[in-house]
Structure formats: C-alpha cells, structure tokens
C-alpha cells in the first residue's frame, strides 16, 4: 500500500536560516508527489509539484523540493525563512484517483 | 476570480441533527473532495465525486453522506451516526476525471463544533 511518511512532525528554526522538511513515499508505481502548505484556520495552498522531468522542482515563496527516486524521497527546503513562512507544511503523492496525505509538519519560525 | 466556496466558516450542530457543509466551485473542475482533518491526524478522505451523479466513499465515509448533482456543487451532511463531528472540513477539486497527477485545490474549511 501506497503512504508518505514525513519524519518531523515539528521543525523550529530562527528567521533567515536555511530550513528543510523531510518527506518519504513507498510507491510501487510512478508517483506524482506534491507540497502544500496550510496556514491557520485556512485551506490547503499547492507549493510545488513534481510530475516528471528535472528532479529539483521550485515552487512558490522561495520553496523547492527534489525528488530522489532511489532513496523514495521528496524533501522541501528554503534557503532562508521568514515569520510568515510559520505554517503546517503536508507532503503527498498521487496514487490512482485520490492523493495520499503525510500526516504535516508544523515549522515555527522564531525571531 | 475562480476558486472554491465553502459555506459556513463556523458552524454549530446540537447532538442528534444532521447538518450540511457546501460547497461551490466555480473552476469547472470535475473531480470533488471532502476531507476531515483533525490535529496531529493530517487530511483524511471521507468521499470523492469524479464526475456529476456518481461519488465514492473514502477512508472514513461512516455517517457522512453527499450528493452531486451539479458539477460545481459537492455539500457534505454530517449525519446524527457521526459520532465524533467536531473536526475541520476542507472541500477540493482537481481538473479531469482521472485525478492522476493533478493537484487539488482547496477551499478555506469549514469548522464544526457540538453544542
């Protein structure tokens, strides 16, 4: 069965530092794996997405992530966070008709 | 600009009613999604519509129902059998009956809360 794993379910970090968030997948088909970000009280927001082609895929707000086939992976990093970049960030990936969800990771970011 | 409409924000149901969540999409999307997210749980599916007059139920479907009878309508009832209701309502829709590969998106949630 299809699942993403993501391995922090908290990251703290200070504004201007470099962040990363860990996501894996265990897909026995090809995937198609996606970030959102959710600030408080609000929807889901699509951050990058990765389809096929380049494994580095940039997304919106200074965001990347890079897809890393052997080792079933899909880390989202940002070379330098800012106070607005504090949110619940979910991983998942496209399995038939419905997308699997990672359970978050809340990044706080600290002045 | 197109989006998704979710209706209420805040919305109160007293032990033993049934009470409807909407939702309306004007992106002419296809597919529809209703999700339930609980903290420290992420997003679980409760039904999913791909196309209008046909629906399927998701992981947690059990005293949940939905109708679709327009493309750009998917409302949620949350049923008296729902024992737990209390919990974040998140409405999405994607472009395409197939669903593979494409990205949701998202309304702004509705949350209900027991009386």
């Known amino acids: 069965a299809q699942s993403v794993t993501q391995l922090d379910s908290q990251v703290p970090v200070f504004e201007e530092a470099p962040v990363e968030l860990r996501c894996n997948y265990s897909?026995?088909?090809?995937?198609?794996l996606f970030w959102y970000v959710q600030y408080p009280n609000q929807g889901l927001q699509l951050l990058l997405k990765y389809l096929s082609g380049s494994t580095l895929v940039k997304g919106i707000n200074g965001f990347e992530a890079e897809f890393n086939k052997s080792q079933t992976s899909f880390h989202l990093r940002k070379p330098s966070v800012h106070i607005s970049d504090t949110a619940e960030y979910f991983c998942a990936v496209s399995v038939q008709r419905k997308l699997i969800w990672g359970l978050g990771t809340s990044l706080a970011v600290n002045p | 600009d197109g989006g998704i409409t979710q209706s209420p924000k805040y919305l109160f149901r007293k032990e033993g009613q049934n009470v409807t969540l909407s939702c309306e999409q004007n992106?002419?999307?296809?597919?529809m999604y209703w999700y339930r997210q609980d903290p420290g749980q992420g997003l679980r599916l409760i039904y999913y519509s791909q196309i209008v007059n046909d629906f399927q139920k998701g992981d947690i479907a059990e005293g949940y129902s939905v109708s679709r009878e327009k493309k750009e309508s998917f409302p949620l009832t949350v049923t008296s059998a729902q024992k737990n209701p209390t919990a974040f309502y998140l409405c999405?829709?994607?472009?395409?009956?197939?669903?593979?590969?494409?990205?949701?998106?998202f309304g702004d949630g509705t949350r209900l809360s027991i009386l």
């Open positions: 897909s026995s088909v090809s995937v198609y």
């Open positions: 999405a829709s994607s472009i395409g009956t197939s669903g593979v590969g494409q990205p949701q998106h």
């Open positions: 992106l002419n999307h296809d597919a």
